[in-house]
């Protein structure tokens, strides 16, 4: 999975408590690794709806876009 604008593999998503709180990943051979940074068990769980942010350009959407998006 990549980013459908730039390519990139690396985004981050919005802890849906706090605005100001975010969880970079990667998406590697279609398995989202969390950096190291990111204690797994305090990120949001990924589901389809869940809104990603690209780490590179504008991109943003649902996780369920970006599965399907086959980038």
Known sequence: MKCPFCGCQ???LKDPDDDYETYDFDVEKGAV????EVNE???PELQEET???CNQ???NGKFGELKNSGG
């Open 10 to 12: 690396s985004f981050y």
């Open 51 to 53: 809104q990603c942010y």
């Open 33 to 36: 690794k969390f950096s190291p």
């Open 57 to 59: 350009c504008a991109w």
């Open 41 to 43: 068990s305090d990120a």
